[in-house]
């Protein structure tokens, strides 16, 4: 069965985690160098959530319900706001 055809609580009631729930997660993360242990621990932490939000264990289908909510790996994530942060 596909993620697709999974009905959860979250996405029946029309709210779930967005982009715009996040920024807790990433506080601060542009003003200090990131080792790839950082990266991958924050990473791990949005992939448990979503996993158990879910209720899903694949990391395949944590990736597809995180990309369907338009939520960016996290790398991607601290690379964009340190090129923002750099910018101004």
Not at 54 to 76: A, I, P
Not at 77 to 86: A, E, H, N
């Amino acid at each position: 069965m596909s993620i697709a055809t999974k009905k959860s609580p979250v996405q029946s009631s029309g709210i779930g985690p967005t982009s715009d729930t996040l920024p807790v997660l990433y506080y601060a993360v542009e003003v200090y160098p990131t080792k790839r242990s950082d990266v991958l621990s924050l990473q791990y932490v949005s992939d448990t959530c979503f996993g158990k939000i879910f209720n899903v264990k694949s990391k395949d289908d944590v990736h597809e319900c995180e990309t369907e909510f338009g939520v960016f790996l996290v790398s991607d994530v601290i690379d964009i706001r340190k090129s923002k942060f750099l910018v101004k």
